[in-house]
C-alpha cells in the first residue's frame, strides 16, 4: 500500500489500484505509521508526500515485490529471456547510433520480446525506473557535472564519450587538429539548458577556461544545433553521438579538462525480467563498437 502511494503520489491513487475507498488507505497507511515508530508521510492541506523514512520503506517494498515476482517466475518456469516485455528509457542522442546497434542485434535474437521505448532525459526518466515502469535506462553523466544513482539503483558504466567543438564549414578552427574553448572567446555559442541546472557544460568549461561565454540559443536537440551552426550562427559544444554522420560542419577535437560525459546503464538490480541481463549483454557489445570507433 504504501508502495501505491509513492507510485501515485495520493491516497486517492493507490485506493483506485488497490481498488479500496481513500479512507481505507488512509487508515492503513496510520497504522503502518504507529507501528513503524516513525512518519512515512508528509500530509498538506493539497498534497501528500512521503518522508525520507518512507521513500526509503517504499524503495525496499518495490525490493521484497521483486523477490517475489522472481520465486513465482522460477517456480513456474517461465523465466525465458526469449519472451515478455522490455521497457526501455533512453536520451535523444543514445537513440541516433547506440540504442539501434544494440537492439538490432538483441531483438535479431529475441524476436518475441515486445519493446517500449521511452525518450526522455535520464533526470526525467530516473523516477520511472525506480517505481518500475522502466526496466533499464541509458543515461549520461557530464565529468563536469556529476550525479550520484539513487538508492536501489545500480548503474552500469558503458563508455566515456568526448565532447567535440562545431564549427561552419570554412571556420579557422576547422583546420587545426586541436582547439582550446578559450581560443574562441570571442564567438557566439550554442549550447544546452544544462542537466537540470540551469548551467550548461559550456559554460561550466568556459569558466575554467578563464572567461564567460556569448550564449546566441539554447537546445537540448542537437539537430537544431547543427543546424545553428550549420548556418554560421555560431559554434557549439556537442558530444560525440550527438554529431556522428552530420553533414555541413566541422568537427574538431578539444584540449581541456574533462571535457567529456559518461554512458551508462542503470537498472534496479532486484529486477527480475529474465530479458534485462540479455539486453545489457548486447549494450555492452554496441558500447565496444563505439569506444573503438572513438579512438
Not at 505509521?33 to 508528509?42: I, K
Not at 519472451?83 to 546497434?101: D, E
Not at 577556461?209 to 543546424?227: K, Q, W
Request: charged residues 20%; contains cysteine; hydrophobic residues 45%.
Amino acid at each position: 500500500m504504501l508502495l501505491e502511494v509513492f507510485r501515485t503520489g495520493s491516497i486517492a491513487g493507490a485506493a483506485r489500484v488497490l481498488r479500496l475507498s481513500p479512507s481505507a488507505v488512509s487508515h492503513q497507511l496510520s497504522k503502518l505509521e504507529e507501528e513503524a515508530g516513525v512518519g512515512l508521510v508528509e500530509r498538506g492541506a493539497q498534497s501528500l508526500r512521503l518522508t525520507g523514512a518512507g521513500r526509503r520503506l517504499a524503495t525496499r517494498a518495490q525490493e521484497v515485490l521483486d523477490i517475489i515476482e522472481a520465486a513465482e517466475k522460477d517456480l513456474l518456469a517461465q523465466a525465458r529471456a526469449d519472451a515478455g516485455q522490455l521497457r526501455i528509457g533512453f536520451f535523444a542522442s543514445a537513440g541516433y547510433r547506440l540504442l539501434p546497434l544494440a537492439l538490432s542485434t538483441f531483438t535479431a535474437r529475441h524476436p518475441a520480446v515486445e519493446l517500449d521505448l521511452v525518450l526522455g532525459q535520464p533526470h526525467e526518466l530516473l523516477p520511472d525506473l525506480e517505481r518500475g515502469a522502466l526496466d533499464v535506462l541509458v543515461v549520461f553523466e557530464h565529468a563536469l557535472d556529476p550525479w550520484k544513482a539513487p538508492e536501489g539503483v545500480e548503474v552500469t558504466h558503458l563508455f566515456d564519450e568526448p565532447q567535440l567543438l562545431v564549427v561552419p564549414l570554412g571556420h579557422p578552427a576547422g583546420q587545426r587538429q586541436r582547439v582550446r574553448l578559450a581560443d574562441l572567446a570571442e564567438e557566439p555559442w550554442i549550447t544546452t539548458y544544462g542537466t537540470g541546472t540551469p548551467v550548461s557544460v559550456l559554460e561550466r568549461a568556459s569558466a575554467l577556461e578563464g572567461f564567460n561565454p556569448t550564449i546566441r540559443c539554447r537546445s537540448d536537440h542537437y539537430e537544431v544545433t547543427l543546424g545553428l551552426v550549420r548556418a554560421g550562427l555560431g559554434v557549439a559544444l556537442v558530444p560525440s553521438l550527438g554529431a556522428q554522420g552530420a553533414a555541413g560542419i566541422q568537427v574538431c577535437r578539444l584540449d581541456g579538462p574533462r571535457l567529456y560525459r559518461r554512458i551508462g546503464a542503470a537498472v534496479r538490480p532486484t529486477n527480475p525480467n529474465p530479458a534485462l541481463r540479455s539486453f545489457i549483454d548486447y549494450l555492452r557489445d554496441a558500447s565496444a563498437q563505439i569506444r573503438n570507433a572513438l579512438r
